[in-house]
């Protein structure tokens, strides 16, 4: 595969094109991040957009991971204390999921976005903003019903962040595509209090699961049933089994005109194939034996045409996401020892 295709790989969009191109035409040492807000424990959805990074990390690049502790703090996360310490947690967990340790480096935002150049360049975010665009860049991200100051702040800050830590490309799921629209308008109108450069960077979005349960609506860490490094192995296998998955990758909406995805597939394509060359979903041999594949598109036909039944499929889900997940569980085990 080469590096364009290492990059854009299961990338929902790219903004744009072009500059990603030329990125991939020399992508050694350039940087790009994704910034997480700290809640102690890894899901599939952290997993996903982890799985880009370590794509980005064989094609060279070198990765930041932004434990945005501060903006954790602006949504109401907790106290500055809690959330310090869990975003602690994170960083084994990253590593043991397999971002490389030698290429990627780690920053709390407390470690610059405090800084007076930064503060100001905030305020001046502040001025040329107007609440509306604000308030939209954020529509996404913010959890609860009522809607604070500090979530204004927080995409300004957000959109400052790509300048400040030197980025080449700002990696998200598609729920922070607004903030990256905001920063990619409002970034080249600055003056600026810093030596950084303020020219906006390209963006790459990754997609967002959908619900494990029904296939309808997204995934949610704070609703319905998600996957993550607590889980055992019991866990996983109760939680795919339940999951939603009619035998095609184009399921026919509910009975209230919901559109549904198939979660399971979609797991299949972001989570699994990006880390195993090979797939076998091991079958009795009067069932037919063993089947394997070298990609998803073939796993999905054959779901799709009744070779593959789904219970076979969600059975060998789960075991490959036991397998990604079960040194991210040793780590917090021996955190918690
Ligand atoms: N908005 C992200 C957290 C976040 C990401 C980046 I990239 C930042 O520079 C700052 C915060 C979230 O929704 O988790």
């Given at each position: 595969m080469d590096a364009y295709e290492l990059i854009t790989r299961?990338?929902?969009?790219?903004?744009?094109d072009e500059e990603v191109r030329a990125l991939a035409d020399d992508p050694d040492g350039k940087r790009v991040y994704v910034g997480y807000e700290p809640s102690g424990v890894l899901h599939i959805g952290h997993m996903l957009t982890a799985n880009k990074l370590i794509d980005l990390q064989e094609a060279g690049f070198e990765v930041v991971v932004l434990l945005a502790d501060v903006h954790a703090y602006l949504n109401d996360k907790g106290t500055f204390a809690e959330i310090r310490e869990t975003a602690e947690r994170m960083r084994d967990q990253f590593l043991a999921y397999g971002l490389d340790a030698e290429s990627t480096e780690f920053v709390y935002g407390s470690e610059f976005q405090l800084d007076e150049e930064y503060v100001l360049d905030t305020h001046e975010l502040e001025v040329s903003t107007t609440l509306n665009r604000a308030r939209r860049a954020m529509a996404e991200i913010q959890g609860g019903d009522t809607a604070k100051v500090s979530h204004l702040v927080y995409p300004l800050m957000q959109a400052l962040d790509i300048v400040y830590l030197d980025l080449d490309l700002a990696v998200g799921g598609l729920d922070q595509r607004k903030v990256h629209m905001l920063h990619r308008e409002q970034i080249p109108t600055m003056d600026g209090e810093?030596?950084?450069?303020?020219e906006a960077r390209p963006c790459l979005h990754t997609p967002i699961l959908a619900d494990?349960?029904?296939?309808?609506?997204k995934m949610s860490s704070s609703s319905g049933t998600t996957i993550s490094m607590e889980d055992s192995e019991a866990d996983i296998a109760e939680k795919i089994n339940g999951a939603f998955c009619p035998p095609t990758r184009d399921p026919e909406p509910d009975d209230e005109g919901n559109e549904r995805e198939n979660p399971v597939l979609e797991i299949f394509e972001y989570s699994v194939f990006p880390r195993f060359d090979t797939v076998v979903v091991e079958r009795p041999e009067e069932y037919g034996g063993d089947l394997e594949y070298d990609d998803y598109e073939s796993l999905a036909a054959d779901l799709e045409s009744g070779e593959l039944h789904p219970a076979d499929a969600k059975g060998a889900l789960a075991d490959y996401l036991n397998e990604l997940i079960a040194p991210g569980r040793e780590v917090l085990r021996e955190l918690d020892a």
């Open positions: 299961n990338a929902t969009e790219v903004v744009t810093s030596d950084h450069a303020y494990l349960d029904t296939g309808v609506g």
